[in-house]
């Protein structure tokens, strides 16, 4: 199993008519890779890669209920009453979403970053959620998916291999160890 750190302007699919870098460009050739789930092309930040595509489809069904975890700058004056309308749930186009967790972090005028914390991964959540609420979001990252933080040193577009433990953390969060 591999980490990414996906720039943004790089696409998650195999195959592109338009030309453009995929992730799987930046992945080694000596297996079979499968996404554990998908970023937009403008969302940067962690992606994980398997050779085992049954340990992949469980960690992305919505019943493993994994956190996804992401930085996001949103432009806007943000409320209190906004960030609890987030936790408690929105109605959206595909179904009812919501934020498990959202944190304040920093910034200064018209724009702030947040942490925010999913269950599931559905398209585009996390700025469908935001701009439900009348919110651009101007940058979105994935800091974590589990108990899988994206290390600090790994730099863009560039993959490390997970350690036995971590591998192992995973596989017990879906039972499959």
């Given at each position: 199993?591999?980490?990414?750190?996906k720039?943004a302007?790089?696409?998650?699919?195999?195959k592109?008519?338009?030309?453009r870098?995929?992730?799987?460009d930046?992945?080694?050739?000596?297996?079979r890779w499968?996404m554990?789930?998908?970023?937009?092309l403008?969302?940067?930040?962690l992606?994980?890669?398997?050779?085992?595509?049954?340990?992949?489809n469980k960690?992305?069904?919505?019943s493993s209920?994994?956190?996804?975890?992401?930085?996001?700058?949103?432009l806007?004056?943000?409320?209190?009453?906004?960030?609890k309308?987030?936790t408690?749930?929105?109605?959206?186009?595909?179904?009812?979403?919501?934020?498990?967790?959202?944190?304040v972090?920093?910034g200064?005028?018209?724009?702030?970053?947040?942490?925010?914390?999913?269950k599931?991964?559905?398209?585009?959540e996390?700025?469908?959620l935001?701009?439900?609420?009348?919110?651009?979001v101007?940058?979105?990252?994935?800091?974590?998916?589990?108990?899988?933080r994206?290390?600090e040193n790994?730099?863009?577009?560039?993959?490390?291999?997970?350690k036995?433990g971590?591998?192992?953390?995973?596989?017990?969060?879906?039972k499959?160890?």
């Amino acid at each position: 199993m591999l980490i990414l750190n996906k720039q943004a302007g790089v696409i998650c699919s195999n195959k592109d008519e338009e030309g453009r870098k995929s992730v799987y460009d930046l992945l080694p050739k000596e297996s079979r890779w499968v996404m554990v789930g998908r970023l937009d092309l403008n969302t940067s930040g962690l992606l994980l890669f398997t050779n085992n595509g049954d340990l992949a489809n469980k960690l992305m069904h919505p019943s493993s209920e994994i956190d996804r975890e992401y930085a996001v700058r949103v432009l806007g004056q943000v409320e209190s009453e906004d960030l609890k309308q987030l936790t408690e749930g929105i109605e959206l186009d595909d179904g009812f979403a919501k934020f498990s967790r959202v944190n304040v972090g920093g910034g200064q005028g018209a724009n702030r970053w947040y942490k925010v914390v999913l269950k599931e991964g559905r398209k585009r959540e996390v700025r469908r959620l935001w701009e439900a609420l009348g919110f651009k979001v101007s940058r979105l990252i994935r800091v974590r998916f589990g108990e899988i933080r994206l290390p600090e040193n790994l730099k863009a577009n560039q993959f490390d291999y997970l350690k036995p433990g971590q591998v192992n953390l995973l596989l017990r969060s879906v039972k499959l160890k």
